[in-house]
């Protein structure tokens, strides 16, 4: 079964407002967790690194402050796109580091954004 | 950024022919991982290869590495249908966990 889920699935929204993604780690901690952009037939592109109870860590060129991340507690990361624009709309994937080994890892199913 | 590239882009095949993929990347690697990912979901670890590794069989998954080169392969063999996905290939450098994304081939195992 699942061992990361995200919450929604899809969502559609209008220009200007904010939509909040969830991560979570079923049945075991994740103290990292990864926020990833997927655009329509291309690769994963990394965004941030989650870190709980600390700040986020942003890749180059990702505006943190329009993508905001908050890792509140060991099971669960949020990414919060904040005035969301029609070029935001993409496929977010959050995934973490597998339990057993650390050096793989387990990536949600994906929500899809569309913004209006 | 991305790490390297994969090739093909795009590949079709019939059912039980072997695939192969290949990928490149850039920088030194503590690891060179694949995942496939189906049509709209999240993507599912086939397997790692260690830099000190050359060759790792898993199934009908083959993979090898050419550290010299910068160089991957991923060989699925007796391909079929349920095979049809988008198979990325990924470096980690060090021992973050993060991971660095290929750009990826969109394999089609025709019945």
Not at chain 1, 37 to 48: D, H, Y
Not at chain 1, 81 to 98: K, L, N, Q, R
Request: hydrophobic letters at 30%; proline letters at 3%; glycine letters at 6%.
């Amino acid at each position: 079964g699942a061992v990361v889920s995200q919450h929604p699935s899809r969502v559609i929204c209008k220009s200007g407002t904010s939509v909040k993604i969830e991560c979570r780690s079923l049945d075991f901690q994740a103290t990292t967790m990864f926020w990833y952009r997927q655009f329509p037939k291309q690769s994963l592109m990394l965004m941030a690194t989650s870190n709980e109870g600390s700040k986020a860590t942003y890749e180059q060129g990702v505006e943190k402050d329009k993508f905001l991340i908050n890792h509140a507690s060991l099971t669960l990361s949020t990414l919060t796109v904040t005035s969301a624009h029609p070029e935001d709309s993409s496929f977010y994937i959050c995934s973490a580091p597998t339990h057993g080994s650390q050096e793989t890892q387990y990536f949600g199913p994906g929500t899809r954004l569309l913004v209006l | 950024s991305q790490q390297g590239e994969e090739d093909p882009q795009a590949l079709s095949i019939q059912e039980g022919e072997n695939a192969t993929m290949n990928c490149s990347y850039k920088t030194s690697i503590n690891n060179l991982q694949w995942y496939r990912q189906n049509s709209g979901r999240g993507l599912v670890h086939l397997i790692l290869i260690r830099s000190n590794e050359r060759e790792k069989h898993s199934g009908r998954l083959r993979v090898t590495l050419d550290t010299s080169k910068k160089s991957s392969s991923l060989l699925i063999t007796a391909s079929r249908a349920a095979d049809t996905a988008s198979y990325f290939c990924a470096t980690a450098e060090d021992s973050s966990y993060k991971l660095i994304f290929g750009s990826g081939t969109r394999l089609l195992v025709r019945p």
